[in-house]
């Protein structure tokens, strides 16, 4: 390994570094409430290292918690991380040589972090960057679903309970810099409120269904808005 090798493995760790300390409080937080839910350590760890899909184990812990069928918990995750697949498209593009067979463990380590970092790279990204990178990412989700798996067998029940609250502030730690920038994030969210309330009324739909119906006709109801005013705007013209 020669001289700017070695320097992109450390520049990797220490980009991973920066990304994990942001990810062990949510594992620990996931950890805690897995423990409370039931599941077991082992289940609680595979949610982490096989799944690895950060907000989407709290909707699937949820889901679980709310009795919904399997096909349903797995048809929900692959909403909430569909756009990955965009996501993944991009990033390939960015991989020098050396990077195009490592894709399958690349892809699977990706995350909004690790791909916003490894994009915005000016040079082309190889595996020495991203692989220390992704991985110390990867491992602290990991670990910190352990750490807090452990520590919810010792902490009280009430407060176990009361981590439930973390899903809801995080969603809304991530939606509020969106609410700043513009005012159709804050109409999407209402939609899907407002939707929400509506379908879980509607007994006859299996628990778990409900996210699933609210996303899709909330992604249609704003592609149609948006193509209405993409015609005005050329009536206009």
């Not at 594992?27 to 609680?44: H, P, V």
């Amino acid at each position: 390994m020669n001289k700017n090798s070695r320097n992109e493995v450390k520049a990797g760790f220490q980009s991973g570094l920066s990304i994990a300390l942001g990810f062990l409080p949510i594992a620990m937080t996931f950890g805690i409430l897995a423990k409370s839910s039931g599941i077991t350590l082992a289940q609680c760890v595979a949610f982490s290292s096989i799944v690895y899909a950060g907000a989407s184990q709290f909707v699937a812990l949820d889901l679980l918690n709310t009795g919904a069928g399997v096909l349903s918990i797995i048809f929900t995750t692959l909403l909430f991380n569909f756009r990955h697949f965009i996501m993944g498209a991009s990033l390939s593009t960015k991989l020098n040589k050396n990077g195009l067979k490592w894709r399958p463990l690349i892809a699977f380590w990706m995350t909004d972090e690790t791909y916003s970092i490894a994009y915005l790279k000016q040079e082309s990204v190889g595996i020495y960057f991203y692989l220390p990178m992704a991985a110390t990412a990867y491992l602290s989700l990991s670990v910190g679903s352990l750490l807090g798996f452990q520590l919810g067998g010792i902490l009280p029940g009430a407060l176990n309970q009361s981590m439930g609250i973390a899903l809801y502030a995080m969603f809304l730690a991530i939606l509020t810099p969106e609410f700043k920038k513009s005012f159709k994030t804050i109409g999407v969210v209402a939609t899907s409120a407002i939707l929400n309330l509506l379908i879980h009324n509607i007994k006859f739909i299996p628990q778990g269904w409900h996210i699933i119906i609210v996303i899709v006709l909330t992604v249609i109801i704003w592609n149609i808005m948006d193509k209405n005013n993409k015609n005005e705007v050329k009536y206009d013209e």
